[in-house]
T-cell receptor, first 113, second 118 residues
């Protein structure tokens, strides 16, 4: 059965800290991994990772995928209170012509001022 | 706004009633997905359409659930004889299939419909 496991499940840091969120996956017909940020509404897209070892960056956020070890990390530097959210990791299962996301439970990040 | 929209945003119903939710995807997207999310969990896949064809259904989708996408644009998700366990956030997402993009697929989510069954 496909599964995605995120750690830690929750994290409390202070503004300015750097955090690393982990995501390990076992997804059949794996093709890509997605990171989402979810506040009090639907998830918003952050990154799509398809190739191993290539870092993707967006401002203070960066992410990388290791297809050999089946994991990904999401880094946030110089955290701000606006980064407080649940960060979701999802593996894409490409069985045949289909594609659906297998989500982890998320990491709840709280950034204190 | 050209993002994914869902209606209603909130629904409170009594056990045993039927409810219907609507999702309007990003206009050029040919794939549409329904997910369910309960508190403290990530979204769980329910079903997905490519154009008007329903190509996959999760085992979570019992006989009380039905989804349609009659013209390949908007979709509806109906739950019949609701139960308290159906209380959740129902999320819709849309995407372009990789056959069109030439690469991997990214799904974009709507704001969700929060259902409370009393």
């Amino acid at each position: 059965e496909d599964k995605v496991v995120q750690s830690p499940l929750s994290l409390v840091v202070h503004e300015g800290d750097t955090v690393t969120l982990n995501c390990s996956y076992e997804v059949t017909n794996f093709r890509s991994l997605l990171w989402y940020k979810q506040e009090k509404k639907a998830p918003t897209f952050l990154f799509m990772l398809t190739s191993s070892g290539i870092e993707k960056k967006s401002g203070r956020l960066s992410s990388i995928l290791d297809k050999k070890e089946l994991f990904s990390i999401l880094n946030i530097t110089a955290t701000q209170t606006g980064d407080s959210a649940v960060y979701l990791c999802a593996g894409v299962n490409y069985g045949g012509s289909q594609g659906n996301l297998i989500f982890g439970k998320g990491t709840k990040l709280s950034v204190k001022p | 706004d050209t993002g994914v929209s869902q209606d209603p945003r909130h629904k409170i119903t009594k056990r045993g009633q039927n409810v219907t939710f609507r999702c309007d995807p990003i206009s050029e997207h040919n794939r549409l997905y329904w997910y369910r999310q309960t508190l403290g969990q990530g979204p769980e896949f329910l079903t997905y359409f490519q154009n008007e064809a329903q190509l996959e259904k999760s085992r979570l989708l019992s006989d009380r659930f039905s989804a349609e996408r009659p013209k390949g644009s908007f979709s509806t998700l109906e739950i019949q004889r609701t139960e308290q366990g159906d209380s959740a956030m129902y999320l819709c997402a849309s995407s372009l299939s990789p056959h069109i993009t030439g690469g991997a697929e990214t799904q974009y989510f709507g704001p969700g419909t929060r259902l409370l069954v009393l």
